[in-house]
């Protein structure tokens, strides 16, 4: 019984050597492009008339199931019950796709018609920019 129990620890102890790769930066790609004529890197979006807020998209491409958050520096306000509340035009964060695309929403209001706005989509630190002006 004891000549069982030592073969089946020496059999069920088997050591295994295990290589690793050193660990390197992550390569992380996303691009980020609008369905609006360009000039310079930077969209031209033409406001439509008449409207007194509109939204346009932004499109991502990347790696399957990716977190993108969303930022831009350009906000838009409401007055409710005479306090003035302000958000970015774009709002937080979306995954992509199982293909690796995906989209978010920008507001546009028509106090934003002459300016030139940005926003940016990143994947932990690593940024990119799409900047456009609304015609």
């Known amino acids: 019984m004891l000549k069982y129990i030592l073969l089946l620890f020496f059999c069920g ?3 295994q050597e295990y290589e690793y790769e050193e660990e390197s930066e992550p390569q992380y790609y996303l691009e980020l492009y609008m369905n609006h004529p ?3 890197n930077i969209y031209r979006i033409n406001y439509p008339s008449g409207r007194s807020n509109s939204y346009t998209t932004v499109y991502v491409q990347s790696h399957p199931n990716v977190f993108i ?3 831009s520096d350009d906000d838009f306000c409401v007055n409710f019950m005479n306090q003035n509340i302000c958000e970015s035009i774009i ?3 979306t995954y992509t796709r199982t293909d690796g695309s995906g989209q978010q929403m920008i507001y546009l209001s028509e106090n934003f018609i002459g300016d030139t706005l940005s ?7 690593y940024c990119n920019e799409v900047r456009f002006i609304v015609d």
């Not at 926003?119 to 630190?125: A, L, P, Q, T, W």
């Open 13 to 15: 102890c088997v050591i």
């Open 119 to 125: 926003v940016s989509g990143c994947i932990n630190e």
């Open 69 to 71: 958050n969303w930022y």
């Open 91 to 93: 709002q937080y964060s």
């Open 38 to 40: 360009i000039e310079n």
